[in-house]
């Protein structure tokens, strides 16, 4: 059961009870929490028909956007662990995080693309690299806005965030227990 008490189970409160007021704001765009869900939940639909399943873990290379919001909240949705990849970072360190973390995919921007060349011959587990490039918005759409209600278990890890540490495995794994 999906429980009010995850990652997920808020953010779907949240567009609920606040479906009219501002959530993101970059630049000139902005999105409430309505329309933020739903585009979450499009992104979330698209994740599970490219065959990814809840658990499995999915890269992503980007800036900080609107489109970005769109995976932070259609992995949770999904029940998808994400892995951020940090774009100052080496092409070594992006498949040193990919490879460890075992991901299945990667979601990069187009700016972003050529860094994740060739991943998917050199990572076993690397099935699939996704570039959101100019026709994404007319992807995105193309997808189901209905909710696809993925159980997860507040213990499900949510987010591998690979730390500054002073080895190369360092990582935080988070779990969907909120805590408050």
Not at 59 to 65: I, K, P, R, S, Y
Not at 94 to 109: F, N
């Amino acid at each position: 059961m999906t429980s009010g008490m995850t990652v997920t189970g808020l953010m779907r409160q949240a567009a609920s009870h606040n479906a009219k007021r501002t959530a993101i704001i970059h630049g000139e765009r902005s999105l409430t929490f309505a329309e933020a869900w739903v585009r979450g939940i499009r992104m979330a639909n698209a994740l599970l028909e490219l065959g990814l399943q809840p658990g499995d873990r999915v890269g992503v290379l980007e800036d900080n956007c609107i489109e970005a919001q769109d995976f932070f909240a259609g992995a949770a949705i999904a029940g998808l662990v994400r892995v951020p990849l940090y774009a100052r970072n080496s092409i070594e360190s992006h498949e040193h995080m990919l490879g460890h973390t075992s991901c299945k995919m990667v979601v990069v921007a187009e700016k972003y693309a050529a860094e994740l060349d060739g991943m998917t011959e050199r990572l076993p587990s690397l099935e699939k690299v996704l570039i959101r490039d100019s026709s994404y918005e007319t992807w995105l759409s193309s997808f189901s806005d209905v909710d696809p209600m993925v159980e997860i278990n507040p213990n499900d890890w949510y987010i591998i965030r690979h730390t500054g540490g002073t080895t190369e495995n360092q990582r935080a794994l988070l779990t969907h227990i909120a805590r408050g």
